[in-house]
């Protein structure tokens, strides 16, 4: 049984909450592909990724364990999961997403401009640019000086993309638009919350509700943005919501062309149900789609709603180390990532 959504903290239905409740510390693991458990370069894995008969030895290891089993037991042991998570996790799990971290050049016109905990991405043109997320409105700020300490104008922006409509990834979009006079486009299944601002989203009330942004082009699978030398293609991999949208384009570096794949969110949040969902029947079929399509993506650079899905911290200290390699080329970090996340849904489901 799983821990009351009304007596757990409002931002961790409110947020994606880094999809998970429980983290612990990871330990070194060479290249982060041991068990085909991709690299959490935050320092923090989910409990959930753990290699099969992991010694329990750490102290924090130990608590989340215990703290796992408060979710499955009696509805009182919900109620001291709700204390225990609100007192000790939920602060620490979202401490990244207002820091600010440097901008950094991914491949030729693709460049990262978002906080050190959420994922934007400035893909930019001769004809003006294409943001991909805005996060928070509380977080534009970091969005536009990351924007401008590249060299590039903010006001240049002039298509607004999403990974997909939660919060912590598109309700700075009224925002963005008022500041930009960008076009907003979204995958259907997520473009009507997003006009919305958040109302409508699986999970999510009226006290979640952002800004509402009005969509000027609404996506369908397969569709391709342009803007001047840029094409995205927008892949509808729903589950994690009904629009969920994972971007790939075309990038040249050093003079070669790679695939890029940018995820929307494989991820099952808290909460989520995959089985009897009234607000969401179809949620189970959507996510045994959605990893059927990423296991059939070609991926050389891969990237994703937020950092800590491909090892953002660590390649970027790597990037900084020798400027000559891209560390963000990592086709097997792609696969590891899409096999170990079908893995966790699998196992919830089972579960459920």
């Known amino acids: 049984m799983r821990a009351s959504r009304s007596l757990l903290p409002k931002s ?35 409990l959930g990724n753990l290699p099969a008969g ?29 204390f225990v998570t609100a007192g000790t996790l939920s602060a620490f799990a979202q ?18 401009v978002g906080s050190k905990g959420l994922a934007s991405y400035l893909v930019t043109t001769t004809n003006g640019h294409i943001l991909i997320n805005s996060s928070f409105e509380r977080t534009v700020p970091i969005l ?50 997003i006009a919305n601002g958040g109302k409508g989203q699986y999970l999510y009330t009226e006290d979640d509700a952002w800004k509402p942004c009005a969509v000027d082009r609404v996506l369908k699978d397969g569709d391709i943005v342009t803007l001047g030398a840029a094409q995205l293609t927008a892949r509808l991999t729903p589950g994690h919501t009904r629009g969920c949208t994972t971007w790939l384009m075309r990038a040249t570096d050093a003079g070669k062309s790679f695939n890029v794949v940018i995820v929307g969110s494989p991820n099952v949040n808290p909460g989520y149900a995959l089985i009897t969902n009234r607000d969401y029947p179809e949620i189970a079929d959507d996510y045994t789609k959605t990893f059927r399509l990423l296991k ?7 990237l994703g709603a937020h950092g800590s899905y491909y090892g953002m911290e660590a390649k970027y200290a790597r990037l900084q180390k020798d400027p000559k390699t891209n560390p963000f080329i990592d086709r097997e970090g792609y696969h590891a990532y899409v096999d170990d996340r079908s893995k966790a849904f699998r196992e919830a489901l089972r579960k459920q």
Request: charged share 20%; glycine share 6%.
């Open 95 to 112: 401490s990244d997403w207002d820091d600010p971290f440097p901008p950094h050049r991914i491949a030729d016109h693709l460049y990262y």
């Open 144 to 193: 536009r000086t990351n924007i401008e300490a590249l060299g590039f104008k903010f006001t240049d922006i002039r298509i607004l993309l999403t990974s997909h409509a939660h919060s912590d990834h598109a309700s700075g979009h009224a925002l963005v638009k008022t500041l930009t006079g960008t076009r907003v486009e979204v995958m259907e299944g997520d473009a009507q919350v």
């Open 296 to 302: 059939s993506f070609p991926c050389d650079i891969f």
């Open 54 to 82: 992991f010694a329990c030895t750490h102290p924090v290891i130990a608590f989340t364990r215990i703290v796992s089993t408060l979710a499955v037991v009696k509805p009182l042991s919900s109620i001291l999961l709700a």
């Open 12 to 46: 961790v239905w409110k947020d994606e909450f880094h999809e998970s409740l429980i983290f612990i510390p990871r330990f070194p693991e060479g290249n982060g592909t041991h068990g085909a458990r991709p690299s959490n370069e935050s320092g923090f894995s989910f």
